[in-house]
């Protein structure tokens, strides 16, 4: 991938480019200025230090290059500063100093399409999404349940109201285990590939 790495620190950016040269193209960006510069060429990602941005300058980002995937990395990551900026269109965002495993991950699963966040502002979007839930469950939505057993359907239904793993074993009596394993045999039933995917789909009616 192309990617262009944006930070006024001259440490994170010798960081980032460290861990992530040999596997991609990069360019160096030591200022906002040089990140709008670069924005409108042909990058795949920008990878932003929060520092250097807010949620504005991350829409403006946006609007010079609409198809560039944004990771945004905080020193002080949270869920509602990570909240503010998915609004804004980033699709990707955790800690300066995240590990090297970490980063090549979020990187290959934001490079590939997907969303990569941190297990705080997941959670913080499945609460979101509950207290927006709809009353009743569509008829496809219902069949697509149909096919999960008596347990699964309450591990389900715990994900969507925001609990964790921990929590859900303790609801249940179960062990943290068993409720992965439950986890694991709903995503593959359901043909969703992680807790938030469940929950958007149980709390927005499969739409």
């Known amino acids: 991938m192309v990617i262009l790495l944006g930070s006024a620190n001259s440490s994170v950016l010798s960081r980032w480019q460290n861990l992530l040269a040999g596997h991609h193209q990069l360019t160096l960006a030591g200022n906002l200025a040089e990140v709008r510069n670069q924005a409108a060429l042909s990058f795949d990602m920008i990878v932003l230090h929060r520092l250097l941005v807010d949620v504005d300058t991350c829409v403006e980002i946006r609007s010079l290059s609409p198809a560039v995937k944004l990771f945004l990395l905080s020193d002080n990551p949270t869920p509602e500063e990570g909240l503010a900026f998915l609004k804004a269109g980033i699709v990707g965002y955790g800690n300066t100093y995240i590990t090297p495993e970490r980063l090549t991950e979020a990187v290959n699963i ?52 925001g609990r964790t793993n921990l929590e859900i074993a303790d609801e249940l009596a179960i062990a943290e285990r068993t409720v992965k394993a439950h986890l694991t045999a709903i995503y593959e039933k359901m043909r969703v590939g992680n807790r938030l995917s469940l929950a958007l789909l149980i709390n927005q009616g499969g739409t």
Do not use: C, F, Y
């Not at 934001?110 to 609460?127: A, E, F, P, Y």
């Not at 927006?132 to 359907?153: F, G, H, S």
């Open 110 to 161: 934001i490079g590939t399409g997907g969303v990569w966040l941190g297990q705080k502002v997941i959670q913080q979007l499945i609460l979101e999404t509950s207290k927006n839930a709809i009353e009743k469950v569509p008829k496809d939505l219902e069949q697509r349940l149909a096919v999960l057993t008596r347990m699964e359907l309450r591990v389900a239904g715990l994900v969507a109201r």
